[in-house]
């Protein structure tokens, strides 16, 4: 999700250990963002409720689809394709 406020709305219990730092658009202009782990039930305007999702909440981004009606960007992490890092020390 873009919004960073989020991240209080959503509250501690909900935060693992663990944060997403992404890169996009290799051979362009970089785009990215990174941002905690949190775990919990996320639910889809129109769409179903998702019990135990794993997400992550935008602390800075750059070029990231976060205007214009995007809140964020919707995707299966694979294994090899999305890392996460310890978060300790941030």
Do not use: H
């Not at 409720?49 to 070029?63: D, V």
């Not at 205007?67 to 999305?82: V, W, Y």
Request: charged share 15%; hydrophobic share 40%.
């Amino acid at each position: 999700f873009c919004d960073g406020r989020l991240a209080g709305a959503v509250g501690q219990a909900a935060a693992t250990d663990y944060m997403s730092c992404n890169m996009y658009n290799p051979g362009g202009p970089p785009t990215g963002y990174w941002g905690r782990f949190y775990r919990g039930p996320v639910a889809l305007v129109g769409g179903p409720k998702l019990g135990g999702a794993a997400y992550s909440i935008m602390a800075a981004q750059r070029s990231m689809p976060c205007e214009d009606g995007f809140q964020g960007i919707f995707g299966i992490a694979f294994k090899q394709l999305d890392l996460a890092f310890p978060y300790e020390g941030l």
